[in-house]
């Protein structure tokens, strides 16, 4: 039986989206309706949101992000610029599938996609970031370009004597012998999900780079998805904000999404505390307490910030980033969403 690829309506058909999205081992919050709706309001771009079915059902899912200028069209998986966490397509129902049924039906379904993309929308150009979606081969056999990307991964298991014990000497020191005393963590509110991005925005300008997450939109998160999917960790030292983590939160994975950035230098408060070094270990100690199986540190791209993730003796974990098209569009993007 073949694959029919069906669209779904972002807010029409919301519901029966998030059931897929819920069924699927190899989504987060950011697949889910209402997180798609603010992407595409954020970014500019028209949401369209792609079901395989293999007769009534449901076998994979793919959030298509259009974004049009002039008569020129680009086709993204997560929005371009949006700095959201992975998203690209994702399965349902082939954990069970002996390894040549589980190939027909991927390369079906992404056949399907790739049809739909074609006729539909015919885009001049495409990105797609495959994070959790493991076997790239179609897209390799239709010319996409695929190019690996990094990330490490802490498993959480066994106790967390056993987890803390994994870590590096001086991570388990800067731990181990922090007064608790002397500072707090804890789960904040919307407006610290606030603080954190902007203290992340004031060192990416300190740096020179661009950051185009905006607090509208990290507030909005927040506030509509379901409890406990952003969770904002924030170091309080007599009172004052410190430094936080912005963490998303799937079913079986804690993600490192934004945050854990150097503390700002003009505090009023003197601490030799490893702040960073703690949150991440209380976000860690809490998934491991809620059983949660994995904390994802979001990239391995950059030596001088993996001489810190490392410390934590994370997995080295492979991901893929899909192209197709013009060279050149992604600057188009970038400038409108500069200028935006």
């Keep these: 039986m073949s694959i029919e690829v069906t669209e779904l309506d972002p807010w029409q058909d919301a519901d029966e989206w998030d059931r897929y999205v819920e069924r699927s081992d190899g989504t987060n919050p950011f697949f889910r309706a209402a997180a798609i709706r603010l992407q595409a309001q954020d970014t500019g771009t028209t949401p369209h949101l792609l079901v395989g079915f293999k007769g009534q059902e449901a076998v994979g899912i793919f959030p298509i992000f259009e974004f049009t200028r002039g008569p020129v069209t680009g086709a993204f998986s997560p929005a371009p610029q949006s700095w959201s966490c992975y998203l690209g397509p994702a399965l349902l129902n082939v954990d069970k599938l002996k390894q040549r049924k589980a ?74 012998n922090a007064d608790a005393d002397a500072y707090t963590i804890a789960e904040g509110d919307t407006d610290d999900v606030e603080r954190i991005v902007d203290q992340v925005a004031a060192r990416y300008e300190n740096q020179g780079r661009a ?17 406990g999917s952003i969770r904002p960790y924030v170091c309080r030292v007599d009172g004052e904000f410190l430094g936080g983590i912005l963490v998303v939160e799937s079913e079986t994975t804690r993600y490192r999404w934004q945050g854990g950035v150097r503390p700002d230098a003009d505090t009023t408060v003197s601490t030799d505390l490893a702040i960073n070094d703690l949150l991440d270990w209380h976000v860690m100690r809490d998934g491991l307490r809620d059983g949660l199986e994995y904390y994802d540190l979001v990239g391995a791209g950059v030596p001088s910030i993996n001489r810190y993730k490392a410390k934590f003796n994370p997995r080295l974990v492979t991901n893929y980033v899909i192209t197709s098209g013009a060279f050149g569009f992604d600057l188009v993007v970038d400038r409108y969403r500069k200028y935006r």
């Design 103 to 176: 190939d027909r039906r991927i390369e079906r379904f992404l056949e399907g996609c790739f049809d739909w993309l074609e006729t539909e929308l015919s885009p001049l150009y495409t990105r797609f970031v495959a994070a959790e979606f493991a076997d790239v081969r179609p897209f390799v056999w239709n010319e996409y370009d695929v190019e690996p990307e990094y990330t490490y991964i802490v498993d959480l298991e066994g106790t967390e004597n056993d987890l803390l014990d994994r870590f590096s000497s001086d991570a388990r020191s800067n731990i181990r």
């Design 211 to 227: 950051f185009h997450l905006s607090p509208d939109f990290a507030r909005s998160l927040h506030r509509t998805l379901p409890d």
